[in-house]
């Protein structure tokens, strides 16, 4: 039985290996989205009967049990932290898994082509679960596979593996530590501001472990360009002409912030403005061709270049993979392997009437091979093409379409020379103080040829002798103002998640989405900058105010992300860390509580507090107005803890404008009809 992530993957490796197959069928199947296939083939030289049916991503989901995976209020947040999770098939998931424990009866081997990374892992063991309850004692194997063309497929099957438990593991543990974080401070903040604020009225106010310091990120921006205090300071600017070309010259001391100061160095340029060229330092110079392609640098070059959100690239590309357009689109690796043949994969472009002619250039002796970074995930090439399309049906037509040929330009621009370049820096001395001017000529644009995204422009400046003295044209002193910080680009927020480790390169996209589907942060102006709504504001103000910092900060999620590696290193077990990630979250949601009060008044600032009524509940805590909507908006007491169940109307019923009721009118008819 083979297995595959997706219906798409399944089709895909069906066409491939029922090529040469004396018999080939699809057959029918439990769950009407993932057909099943039949067909022969030679696996570790064995002549055998292959069935082929996929799954639909994660089959299996955890939650609390019933009931407080529904009821917020059935027992205090603080008592999740020791409540049992459940894990359980989903129910839009059970004929899928129906369907894979049914092929698994008539199977003696079991083979996983689920995505090769840590999240495709987790789904191995999950299926391999499933056919544990159906049958004992078959063989498993792993498929490990960076595209679903034929040469890597067959690579695959030729070179089966098997699955690593640790990573599995470590998915387990970060599925359950976010399920249980989230909760559990998601009641909290809900609860205690839905019943405080009017604005807050019915509003989910939800945290997750890596959304936050996502939002933090946000909001420190914000608050910096908020805060920014112009500064005064100033430069002397110079320019001179030779040969009718003129020359400006930049200060060797940029700037000041000192005006005196810098006026009484002018003044010693203005009484002896004469320019003197005290050396001249020609030499050559490069422009870096890129390093081979990483997912996280995709997102933030496609961001930037272009105004392609994350979200929306990542589907693209996965697209573009179960197409077999491009290889694995979540990869951490930016050095090609030893072993593969980069030259056949630009053949394969050779045809395309943009930039078939560089391609066949690098055939023809100009191929550089790439440089090799520092990243390697061990289990994925860089992003590449792997065979030429033009045709770019479907959902996401125009977006693939860019997205396929920024990653085509990108891997021709790596098997290339870099740019080269001659720069000549000329020094000179006007008084006591120095200056410059740098001139640039491009001597062969190589890589910057395909590569349209990067820009170098020469810059002309005239023959310079030393010893040559200028009158120069003009000596200005120059007044400025410091700007604040511009706000933060998906393509920043990006890079700052990617070094602080919140996510990884595959959910990075999902985290910077979810802030913004909940309403803590919007897209704003050309650039579009990421700027935190008041909600988004007031909740980080909120946990700083309380010495809490570090909910909002990368250093506790990255501490998690660690010991998830851990998991996968075999140094630490998954119950090892989901008990210290529990005892450490239990620490400062304790303090949370201790301070809530502190985060009223904090959010206060932002919102409009609800005014309490002078009335205590039986309980000892105090009573709040609550509006019933269903009630026409009737207005109602209710205890500020939700676990008691006190309810008495505060105020009489109102009238039903707009709404009869049915009852009484029908009596009313009878009664005239009499």
């Keep these: 039985l ?40 030679v696996v570790n030289n064995q002549n055998v009967d292959m069935v082929l049916t996929s799954v639909t991503g994660h089959v299996m989901s955890c939650d609390f049990p019933h009931p407080h995976n529904k009821q917020w209020h059935t027992m205090p947040p603080m008592q999740l932290f020791d409540l049992p999770i459940e894990w359980k098939i989903a129910e839009d998931k059970k004929k899928v898994a129906d369907n894979v424990k049914n092929e698994m009866r008539r199977c003696d081997w079991l083979i996983l082509w689920l995505d090769c990374d840590r999240e495709g892992e987790g789904i191995c ?50 599925t359950e530590m976010d399920l249980r974080i989230g909760v559990i401070y998601t009641r909290f903040q809900t609860m205690r501001l839905q019943d405080s604020f009017e604005e807050l009225e019915g509003e ?28 005064d ?12 070309i003129t020359c400006g010259l930049k200060w060797s001391r940029n700037r000041l912030f000192d005006r005196l100061s810098t006026t009484i160095m002018y003044e010693t340029c203005l009484e002896n403005p004469t320019a003197i060229v005290t050396s001249v330092n020609p030499k050559p110079t490069r422009k870096w061709r890129p390093f081979p392609l990483t997912t996280v640098n995709m997102q933030k070059k496609v961001s930037r270049i272009l105004k392609i959100d994350a979200s929306t690239c990542m589907k ?52 550089k091979h790439p440089k090799s970074g520092k990243g390697d995930d061990k289990s994925h090439p860089p992003i590449h093409p792997t065979k030429y399309t033009n045709n770019f049906n479907g959902p996401l037509e125009n977006v693939k379409k860019k997205l396929y040929e920024f990653i085509v330009r990108h891997f ?55 010893g040559e003295r200028f009158t120069p044209k003009s000596i200005l002193l120059t007044d400025h103002v410091t700007k604040a910080p511009n706000l933060l680009t998906e393509a920043d927020l990006i890079t700052l998640m990617d070094k602080n480790q919140i996510g990884t390169d595959a959910t990075i996209a999902e985290h910077i989405k979810k802030i913004q589907e909940r309403s803590y942060v919007e897209i704003s102006g050309p650039r579009k900058e990421i700027l935190p709504t008041t909600l988004g504001e007031a909740l980080v103000a909120a946990y700083n105010s309380i010495g809490l910092r570090l909910l909002s900060q990368p250093e506790l999620r990255a501490r998690m992300e660690a010991d998830m590696n851990c998991i996968s290193n075999g140094t630490k077990t998954k119950d090892e860390v989901i008990r210290d990630c529990v005892d450490m979250y239990r620490r400062v949601f304790s303090e949370i509580l201790k301070q809530a009060t502190v985060i009223d008044r904090a959010i206060g600032v932002y919102f409009k507090r609800i005014e309490l009524p002078n009335i ?25 803890n939700r676990v008691c169940d006190y309810f008495d109307w505060a105020e009489p019923e109102k009238p039903q404008v707009g709404r009869r009721n049915t009852a009484t009118n029908r009596k009313s008819a009878l009664n005239n009809r009499g």
């Design 2 to 41: 083979n297995v595959a992530e997706k219906p798409s993957v399944a089709k895909t490796i069906f066409n491939v290996f029922s090529r040469d197959s004396s018999y080939k069928r699809k057959t029918k199947s439990k769950s009407k989205f993932n057909p099943n296939y039949e067909f022969d083939m």
């Design 125 to 174: 063991f999950v299926v391999i679960d499933l056919c544990n309850e159906v049958k004992q004692g078959y063989e498993i194997y792993r498929a490990w596979f960076s595209d679903t063309n034929a040469r890597s497929l067959f690579e695959a099957i030729n070179n089966l593996r098997r699955p690593n438990k640790n990573d599995s593991d470590a998915v387990l543990a970060r």
């Design 204 to 231: 989910m106010i939800s945290y997750g472990p890596c959304q936050f310091p996502t939002l933090g990120f946000v909001v420190d921006r914000f608050w910096k360009k908020k805060c920014h205090i112009p500064e």
């Design 233 to 244: 300071f100033w430069k002397i600017k110079v320019e001179l002409e030779k040969d009718k």
């Design 316 to 367: 693209a590309a996965e697209s573009l993979y179960t197409q077999g357009f491009i290889s694995y689109p979540r990869t951490e690796t930016d050095k090609f392997p030893p072993g593969i043949n980069l030259k056949r994969l630009i053949s394969k472009q050779c045809d395309d009437p943009v930039w078939g002619d560089y391609s066949q250039r690098l055939l023809d002796g100009k191929f």
């Design 412 to 466: 021709l621009a790596c098997c290339s020379d870099d740019a080269l370049g001659h720069q000549t820096t000329v020094n000179f001395q006007i008084g006591d103080e120095n200056f410059f001017c740098i001139g640039l000529s491009i001597i062969d644009r190589n890589y910057l040829e395909i590569y349209t995204y990067d820009k170098w422009k020469a810059k002309i400046i005239p023959q310079f002798d030393v």
């Design 616 to 640: 205590m509940c039986q309980c000892g805590d105090p009573v709040m107005i609550r509006t019933s909507k269903k009630r026409n908006n009737r207005k109602f007491y209710t205890c500020r």
